[in-house]
């Protein structure tokens, strides 16, 4: 009997020291859970890789609070609005690409980093999510130009600057587009995602003048496409629709693994095309009758007995 209470205290004892030490824990955990915090905001996202690229929190745009990355990616897209391509991101890590080295000289090298840090500038504090992504197409699309046979440096151009007009609001880019006089033939609000290619195909030649064309053309049709893409424009269409950062789902995996298997550059951006439009046909969304008339345009082609 003479144990019993000893034995209460004990335990009582030992309570209080379990209680002590996950006080003490938590308490720990919630100062280093404000380090880290405080270590972010003091220093936004900042890499060049891919592969060292913070997971993100992504919302379906329209809705977000701060930076996402979603359809109107949609090369593919054909269609407007949406597209798997537009599936959210995912951090690095899903896929990847790599061909070789590119070896470019000190000159194209300087370009690079030039334009590199042009867009960081431009973006990485506004939009980190849209400048890693906008990284990770560049790296997607010089890989994809090494294998087809396309120069990895205007690949590798094209997707720095691609998505360059995506730091305004859609009813910016709407502006810009009007003001500019992109005419697709119907409301400009109905096409609000397609249009941040063509207004900063029109306005990127003036600021890196001595750049080719073929960059410019491939950045205009990386959001709607065209029924006479070039390898260039095609490369990075689908680079644009396939880089690491994005959700591997079935359409996208899909056109990951003709890339990966190598199959002719027209098949994959067929196949990149018409996920995009079968999506927003799926998603009941509006398409863009120019995407329609691509889609016809490409499928008759591709049933023609002696193509
Ligand atoms: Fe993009
Ligand atoms: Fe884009």
Known sequence: MAHKPDKHKKAKGKSKEKAALAKRKA????????KVAKKKKRSPAKTDSVAEVPKVAIKVEGVEA??????????????VGASPTSEPLHDAGAWSFEVGD??????????IARLESDLAD???RSKPVRYLHSISVAHTAEQMALQYGVDPLHARIAGILHDWDKVLTPAEQIALAS???????????????????????????????????????????????????????MVLFVADSIEPRRRDVPAIHH????????APLDEVYWASFYHGVAYVIDTERYLYPGTL???????????????
């Open 102 to 111: 590119p070896a470019y000289d000190l000159r194209a090298r300087a370009l």
């Open 66 to 79: 701060n930076e996402t990355l979603v359809h109107d990616e949609a090369n593919t897209a054909t269609a």
């Open 255 to 262: 056109v990951r693994e003709l890339v990966s298997e190598s």
């Open 122 to 124: 431009h973006m990485e």
């Open 293 to 307: 008339d691509i889609y016809n345009h490409l499928a008759l082609h591709r049933m023609a007995p002696n193509r």
């Open 27 to 34: 308490a720990s955990a919630k100062a280093e859970a404000k």
């Open 179 to 233: 003001r500019l006089g992109v005419n697709l033939g119907v409301d400009l609000h109905l096409v609000q995602p397609l249009l941040h290619g063509l207004t900063a195909a029109k306005r990127l030649p003036d600021l890196y003048p001595e750049l080719p064309s073929c960059i410019w053309q491939a950045i205009a049709r990386h959001t709607i496409g065209a029924v006479d893409m070039t390898p260039l424009d």
